[in-house]
């Protein structure tokens, strides 16, 4: 027997121009990062926002189908040293720590999930993402576009330790982490940073996504970059150190005019906060991982 309502015995396909992106916008703060050196343990801080908000307009859904629009994101590149003067390996001009995605730093994937760790592949679970579904108690609403609107921001907070993030006496690693860094070191009051460089580059992408199929259409690329360098003079007294050296403002984002296609990474785990290592390079002898990967 034919069907009657053939909607409701085969879901259709959305086509990628049947969803309409009414708007999209994608920018970071103009302004410096701000620097915070309160703590006599730690240096901290805070850089521009990076933000992005889209609208848009979904075709009127198959019943019993749910679909996803919000962003997905994925670190490409991470550099960044914490210079210690004359102390562990030259690395980038000073001797230092760094943070490290292995990964990406050896080449076996282009990219990393920045999901928030709990909603793989999106990056947030609140406004960075809208769930729609047909509506089965209103088939009028079920018959209708369904326009959605969805915001996030991202931005660095670090925590980087004054002294070398290693005992001075052994290869044993100290204890640094406690909830949010801010414990580091807690028994070294010797200042010894020179130098923080940081260079990080990210791909956001605003999708539409079948809950049930894993149906997937990309509908705007941004690519972007947060770059900074912090002097230190450590022999000074706490909050008269650091130096913002540039940049004092940030590249804007640039919106892709042909969407780039996900890499398989960007969407499952681990996140890149759960790939990244802290590894010092003491003069002598091996690299040591002072703070392993979660995952």
């Known amino acids: 027997m034919g069907c009657l309502h053939s909607l409701m015995c085969k879901p259709r396909r959305f086509r990628r121009d049947h969803i309409v992106v009414e708007e999209f916008l994608a920018s970071i703060e103009p302004g410096p990062t701000v620097i915070e050196e309160s703590s006599p343990i730690v240096l901290r801080y805070r850089t521009p926002y990076f933000k992005a908000s889209a609208r848009v307009l979904l075709p009127a859904l198959s019943p019993g189908h749910t679909w996803v629009v919000g962003f997905v994101q994925a670190c490409n590149n991470m550099e960044f040293y914490n210079v210690y003067g004359d102390l562990g390996v030259w690395v980038s001009g000073g001797k230092s720590s760094s943070w490290e995605l292995p990964p990406l730093r050896d080449g076996l ?31 009028r609403m079920g018959r209708s576009p369904i326009r959605v609107a969805i915001s996030m921001n991202d931005n660095f907070y670090p925590s980087v330790t004054w002294a070398v993030p290693i005992t001075n006496s052994s290869a044993e690693v100290d204890e640094l982490m406690m909830e949010n860094m801010d414990s580091m070191m807690a028994g070294v009051a010797e200042a010894q940073l020179t130098r923080v460089s940081r260079d990080q580059s990210f791909t956001t992408w605003l999708v539409a996504q079948n809950v049930g199929t894993q149906e997937r259409h990309v509908l705007r690329t941004v690519h972007w ?5 912090i002097n230190v003079e450590p022999q000074c007294p706490l909050g ?3 130096r913002l050296v540039g940049p004092l403002l940030q590249e804007q984002p640039q919106i892709i005019a042909t969407n780039e296609p996900i890499p398989p990474n960007a969407l499952s785990r681990p996140n890149a906060n759960d790939a990244q290592v802290l590894v010092w390079r003491p003069q002598e002898g091996p690299p040591v991982v002072v703070i392993p990967a979660k995952q």
Do not use: F, H, K
């Open 109 to 139: 994937v282009t990219a990393l999930s920045d999901s928030d760790g709990v909603c793989y592949p999106w990056y947030g679970n609140t406004t960075e993402m809208a769930t729609v579904q047909w509506a089965e108690t209103g088939r």
């Open 240 to 242: 008269q150190r650091t």
């Open 225 to 229: 970059r947060i770059r900074l360098r």
